[in-house]
């Protein structure tokens, strides 16, 4: 039950100009793109600070309010921050400082306002890049993306699915602020970044508590900075595509480029995806009629020592491997070139979000899989919802490699147009028949949003058990985006 929330306690931690309760505010944070059933917030709160983040918990441990964290702005997807049950929105975009960024051990501090974009510029002044998902939204959290575990575009410097989060600050459910990786331990942040650490080490003396808060839809903690790990910017680049209607054989090319580590970004879209992300405004259907059914994109880079004779010998290594499996490299695709696909793929997505850009709305599906599974899993989908009725050219396909080529992001895109109800409907029902049908097939649902986490957590009652108990220890009274996962 909903306790009575104090407007003015609320106004007092975060100051006046911080709480919002208008009609117009409050609807903003009512709905997002999902399937999910709306419910508006009692208030919108911005707080600037750590502190007032713990006083905030403090109030809803009292007050049992339910507290439903947002770092990204709109438009949201998931479902995850929408409130199940009113309560107070924790708006984290105001703060946004870039806490520090180095060039020598290659380490950005970071909080959970500050967007890709912004990130990117601060880390090229210094000669580095963060790896990033496939051309994220512009309003889109580094923190956000990091905490859900989105994968980045460059397999080789995937070596976990944490990657490429180091450390983090997290207040936890209880109000307590704990410290993750080699940020834990005695003495401040600031002591031990004077002694030399750059909270780059993500391992713990004994539990990695930020895989914990990693996942969880908010659950379990607030996270108010994080650290990730950078790269150095390549001095030379060369980057390269290949089309093919057999996905098979695509898939055996792009498995030795990242067994072999032949290039940095790395990826495959199908034609509805290709063309939604680089069509120039209103081209998407010609262009995705001109396309070959299956892209690769990938990119070979050097860096400081010889970095033109580095890419030189990559390059030729590549071609052999595209010989051996019999695909044609090319520097462009239906007039796409590759330099122009790197461009766009690497940086936040600008103007309306790509998956936007065919029908006006997008239903993802996304899971981990072997490399064995994915050509199975693309069938299934297509007769999955070629039975509820929707065409294969409005269904996009994007597969990434993860975890050095371990395993691999399969992500399903359905396009549909959003202000059509009865449309609407039918993605809805043909959505939630695909997962069920993937999930039979063995397909691994790592981050259940919106209408899934019954379907996954019903099966695993271990699991669910289990996460409740942790749950009960870091958020005791179920404040922290109560009706989200199994909570």
């Given amino acids: 039950m909903l306790g009575v929330i104090d407007r003015e306690r609320l106004a007092d931690i975060v100051g006046q100009g911080n709480l919002f309760d208008d009609e117009e505010t409050l609807e903003a944070y009512a709905r997002d793109e999902s399937f999910l059933p709306g419910r508006r917030p009692s208030f919108v709160v911005k707080p600037g600070s750590r502190e007032e983040i713990v006083e905030l918990l403090k109030m809803a441990n009292e007050t049992r ?15 995850d921050t929408v409130p199940e049950y009113g309560g107070i929105v924790l708006d984290l975009s105001g703060m946004n400082r870039i806490l520090f960024v180095d ?36 309003t889109k ?75 969880s839809q908010g659950t379990m903690g607030i996270v108010t900075w994080i650290t990730v790990r950078c ?54 259907e010609a262009l995705q009629e001109a396309l070959p059914g299956w892209t690769l994109f990938f990119c070979i880079s050097g860096y400081r020592i010889l970095p033109e004779e580095r890419v030189a010998i990559l390059e030729k290594e590549a071609r052999e491997a595209a010989r051996f499996c019999d695909v044609t490299l090319q520097e462009a695709v239906a007039g796409i070139t590759a330099e122009r696909a790197l461009e766009v793929a690497t940086n936040p997505s600008s103007g ?77 029902e043909a959505y939630l028949d695909l997962c069920r049908a993937l999930f039979d097939n063995g397909a691994f649902f790592s981050r259940p949003y919106d209408l899934l986490p019954e379907m996954v957590y019903a099966r695993d009652a271990v699991t669910r058990n289990v996460l409740q108990r942790v749950k009960g ?7 922290l985006n109560p009706g989200k996962l199994c909570f």
């Fill in 352 to 428: 309306k979000y790509w998956k936007l850009r065919k029908r006006g709305g997008c239903q993802d599906v996304y899971f981990i899989s072997s490399f064995d599974g994915i050509a199975g899993h693309v069938e299934l989908m297509r007769e999955s919802l070629g039975k509820r009725g929707l065409s294969v050219g409005d269904v996009g396909v994007y597969i990434q490699p993860v975890c050095q080529g371990h395993g691999y992001h399969c992500e399903f895109n359905i396009f549909y147009d959003r202000e059509d109800r009865a449309e609407r409907e039918k993605v809805k």
């Fill in 103 to 138: 060039r020598e051990d290659r380490v950005a501090m970071i909080e959970p306002g500050v967007r890709f974009g912004e990130l990117q510029e601060a880390l090229r002044k210094e000669g580095l890049k963060l790896p990033i998902p496939l051309c994220p939204r512009e």
């Fill in 65 to 79: 309010v339910p507290l439903v964290p947002v770092s990204s702005g709109p438009p949201h997807f998931r479902g």
């Fill in 231 to 284: 790269e150095v910017l390549p001095g030379a680049q060369r980057p390269l595509l290949a089309g093919s209607d057999d996905l098979g054989t695509l898939l055996e090319y792009l498995y030795r480029l990242v067994r072999l580590r032949l290039c940095d970004e790395a990826f495959l879209l199908d034609a509805a995806d290709t063309a939604a992300l680089l069509a120039e405004d209103g081209g998407v």
């Fill in 141 to 215: 959290s580094v923190v956000g993306s990091c905490l859900e575990r989105e994968p980045h575009t460059i397999p080789k410097y995937h070596l976990d699915h944490s990657d490429p989060l180091s450390c983090a600050e997290v207040v936890f459910g209880t109000g307590d602020v704990f410290c993750t990786g080699e940020a834990a331990g005695p003495g401040t942040i600031e002591d031990k970044q004077r002694a030399g650490w750059r909270q780059k080490i993500r391992v713990e003396p004994q539990t990695e508590l930020v895989r914990l808060v990693q996942g």
């Fill in 473 to 479: 220890v870091f958020d005791p009274n179920n404040v």
